[in-house]
Nanobody
Framework: QVQLVESGGGLVQPGGSLKLSCKSS??????????MAWYRQAPGNHREVVAS?????????YYADPVKGRFTISRDNYKNTLDLQMNSLKPEDTAIYYC????????WGQGTQVTVSS
């Protein structure tokens, strides 16, 4: 059974930093084949992509305009993990953040809450 489990969310003041992590279990050596991404969903809004990173097939990295220069996505194919380093956080970054993996099938994590507030 494949699972994606996020961690690292919490409450942070504006201007602060958080690092989200997503641990994959069940994919094992196939993890590197998956394109991975972070999505977020704020109350009343649609789920939107924040950043993505390609798998062995390529694809590079992508960042949504609101987070460019502040967020960094990375992956470790040996540990089967996906990270999102978030710096200079703003109140509008408040949302539930989801890990997502896609190849011949796709998987979602359960989400982790990020709240940016003073």
């Amino acid at each position: 059974q494949v699972q994606l489990v996020e961690s690292g969310g919490g409450l942070v003041q504006p201007g602060g930093s958080l690092k989200l992590s997503c641990k994959s279990s069940g994919l094992r050596f196939r993890f590197s084949l998956y394109s991975m991404a972070w999505y977020r969903q704020a109350p009343g809004n649609h789920r939107e992509v924040v950043a993505s990173i390609g798998g062995d097939g390529g694809g590079g990295t992508y960042y949504a305009d609101p987070v460019k220069g502040r967020f960094t996505i990375s992956r470790d194919n040996y540990k089967n993990t996906l990270d999102l380093q978030m710096n200079s956080l703003k109140p509008e970054d408040t949302a539930i953040y989801y890990c997502y993996g896609h190849w011949i099938d796709n998987y979602w994590g359960q989400g982790t809450q990020v709240t940016v507030s003073s």
